[in-house]
């Protein structure tokens, strides 16, 4: 996980003007990966996700329009070759994953500016046991700046919680091996560090991210009809 580049999938080519400067750092793409996958979202100090709203007949059906929508263009992509030749590009290949992005670096840096459910940042795929591909959904992704009145006319906000990486601390540029720091069991840096401030950060020598990336969002339309595990953070 601490081998990854900071130039996550879709999450950093569409949110240039908010990433760290140091693109050298290592580690973060992967441990966000694997924040969403093994945490709870809600109770993450590391996590900042939009207000729940009310469900409501129109957003729930706008909703189902889109995974209606969403399965017809990304049926395609089923077969992995046929991602690869339209431009995407797996992320992390030689680092096990419970979900693996493929990126479309050009429809993530548009995806700043528009919303087209045919075209996510990355797609969504679990390896198999003998090396193949499985399609599961489809990451979007919208600046930082978004608000969440932006978010909620992409897909609603009573269906699904965006959310950003936030408050971390990690190790000073070409630091690797602190990667690996530990203090009574927990992570000193990274998503699973209890560090979430500043000053703390500054304390253990590190360096205090607020955001890492902009606002994402998975929708997993190849794995269930339902709509809590559709728009939800976990399959």
């Not at 990304?74 to 339209?86: G, H, I, M, Q, S």
């Not at 965006?162 to 009574?184: E, F, M, Y």
Request: hydrophobic share 45%.
């Amino acid at each position: 996980m601490v081998t990854a580049l900071f130039c996550a999938p879709a999450l950093l080519i569409a949110q240039r003007p908010t990433q760290t400067p140091d693109s050298a750092d290592r580690g973060i793409a992967a441990a966000a990966d694997a924040e969403m996958s093994e945490m709870d979202m809600h109770a993450d100090p590391h996590m900042f996700m939009t207000s729940p709203r009310p469900a409501n007949p129109a957003d729930s059906a706008r909703a189902a329009r889109l995974v209606i929508e969403i399965r017809a263009d990304l049926a395609r992509y089923k077969n992995v070759d046929v991602a690869r030749a339209a431009g995407f590009k797996e992320f992390l290949p030689n680092i096990p994953q419970p979900v693996y992005h493929f990126t479309n670096r050009s429809w993530a840096l548009d995806e700043a500016f528009r919303f087209d459910p045919a075209k996510p940042s990355s797609l969504l795929y679990r390896r198999n046991a003998d090396g193949s591909f499985t399609l599961v959904g489809a990451m979007y992704t919208e600046p930082r700046r978004a608000s969440e009145a932006d978010l909620d006319k992409r897909i609603p906000l009573s269906v699904t919680h965006w959310h950003q990486h936030v408050n971390w601390c990690i190790p000073k540029a070409g630091d690797l091996a602190s990667w690996r720091d530990s203090t009574n069991g927990k992570p000193v840096f990274g998503p699973r560090s209890p560090i979430a401030t500043a000053a703390a950060c500054d304390a253990v020598g590190g360096r205090f991210l607020p955001h890492i990336f902009g606002w994402m969002v998975h929708a997993n339309v190849f794995v269930s009809d339902d709509p809590a595990v559709i728009w939800g953070h976990t399959m």
